[in-house]
């Protein structure tokens, strides 16, 4: 972008808050409703089609989904699955063609351009390619929204002082953006959209640009201001291990519709749609690939089966030895490794297995009775 030119949609800043009198009141008793931040009620994106004759194009379809007050919300999908469509849906930088966004209370496509702007001031932008000001220095990227709010400047300069200390870079405040690093660069982009105090912050493939190791710096800071800042976060991106680290609920987007949705470990975990089984199975990796396979049967005798690990079979390990035993089947592990999901456990073992007569067919039988999820592997 132009050295000097206004990143997009910066949003104005919030009145201070007031001083709250006297201590918090006590909370209610029991559970409360989660409430809801973002909601897509059944909506529709078309755009018209490029070029005289040119289709239409619908990017996305019959979308509803509930982002939760609070929550870090993941949106997966393709490339060219819908996903800044659906940003831009909820910044009301796009109008939906079908159904209703609602943000907080307010229902975008009943208000005019100056109600969408009100919404606006409460949602802070992070982008892929950070979208700093190259002629300002750090401090006055950050600064920048709170001036062109009005914000005087002792003010200013204190909220300056207090995003940069949060995000780790008071030290750099003077430099300026083409001294610093992708991760350092990201930084400065998540202070200057916090800096006017947004309730929700829309972080569109926020760490696409960066290399793995800065992406999980990057996204415990995302994690650092949903969790000290109660800022709700909605993560845009096509890399499962960002959802996978950092969401606490995904939305798996495909060719413009909502395949599942879930906590992120229910999706991961056991996706119940093609769409989402295949990034599992692409991050996971939890299932032997056709050429893994084929040296598996090169290298050992017996029917190759996976079992699926997960949380809710307690003791799983211990009942399936004891099938095994019970039917006199030699179970060798071969593949397979358990990781943690949202500090919980997930992954697969494939065994081979070799017994007398039906012994195998039997094991498989009384396993799958037991709720244990299994997959022969078929050959190729
Ligand atoms: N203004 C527009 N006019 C016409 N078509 C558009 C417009 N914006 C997006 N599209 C189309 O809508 C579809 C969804 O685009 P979108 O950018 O939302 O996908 P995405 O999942 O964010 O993909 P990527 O990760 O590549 O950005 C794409 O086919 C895109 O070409």
Do not use: C, W
Not at 144 to 161: I, N, T
Not at 208 to 215: H, K, Q, R
Request: no cysteine.
């Amino acid at each position: 972008m132009a050295a000097d030119s206004p990143p997009p949609a910066v949003p104005e800043p919030k009145p201070e808050p007031e001083q709250k009198p006297g201590p918090e009141p006590e909370p209610e008793p029991g559970p409360q409703p989660a409430e809801v931040h973002v909601r897509f009620d059944r909506v529709g994106k078309t755009f018209p089609g490029k070029g005289r004759g040119a289709a239409p194009h619908v990017a996305l379809r019959d979308v509803s989904l509930e982002i939760r007050r609070g929550e870090v919300f993941g949106v997966i999908g393709h490339s060219g699955a819908g996903k800044s469509t659906l940003v831009r849906l909820v910044n009301g930088l796009e109008t939906p063609t079908a159904g209703r966004v609602h943000v907080g209370p307010h229902e975008l496509t009943a208000l005019g351009e100056k109600g969408r702007r009100e919404v606006r001031r409460d949602i802070g932008m992070v982008f892929q390619q950070f979208n700093l000001f190259r002629s300002r220095t750090v401090a006055g990227n950050v600064a920048y929204p709170l001036k062109v709010a009005g914000v005087r400047q002792p003010e200013r300069d204190r909220r300056v002082a207090r995003l940069l200390d949060f995000v780790g870079l008071l030290d750099r405040a003077h430099d300026h953006p083409e001294q610093l690093s992708g991760g350092q660069k990201q930084r400065v982009g998540i202070a200057r959209a916090l800096a006017t105090e947004p309730s929700l912050l829309l972080a569109d493939e926020a760490t696409s640009a960066l290399d793995p190791e800065t992406t999980g710096e990057v996204l415990a800071l995302l994690r650092q201001v949903n969790r000290e800042l109660g800022v709700t976060i909605v993560i845009i991106t096509h890399e499962l291990d960002v959802i996978r680290s950092v969401a606490d609920r995904v939305a798996v987007l495909d060719s413009g519709r909502v395949a599942e949705t879930g906590s992120v470990y229910d999706v991961f975990a056991r996706p119940r749609t093609e769409a989402a089984a295949r990034f599992v199975g692409a991050t996971l990796r939890d299932r032997p690939s056709a050429q893994t396979l084929a040296r598996l049967r090169a290298r050992h005798t017996g029917r190759l089966v996976t079992v699926r690990v997960r949380d809710d079979q307690g003791g799983f390990q211990t009942r399936l030895a004891r099938t095994f035993l019970d039917h006199q089947v030699a179970a060798d592990i071969v593949f397979g490794g358990i990781s943690e999901l949202q500090e919980r456990p997930v992954g697969s073992l494939t065994f081979a297995l070799t017994g007398p007569g039906g012994a195998v067919d039997a094991a498989l039988v009384a396993l799958r009775a037991d709720g244990v999820d299994l997959a022969e592997e078929e050959e190729a």
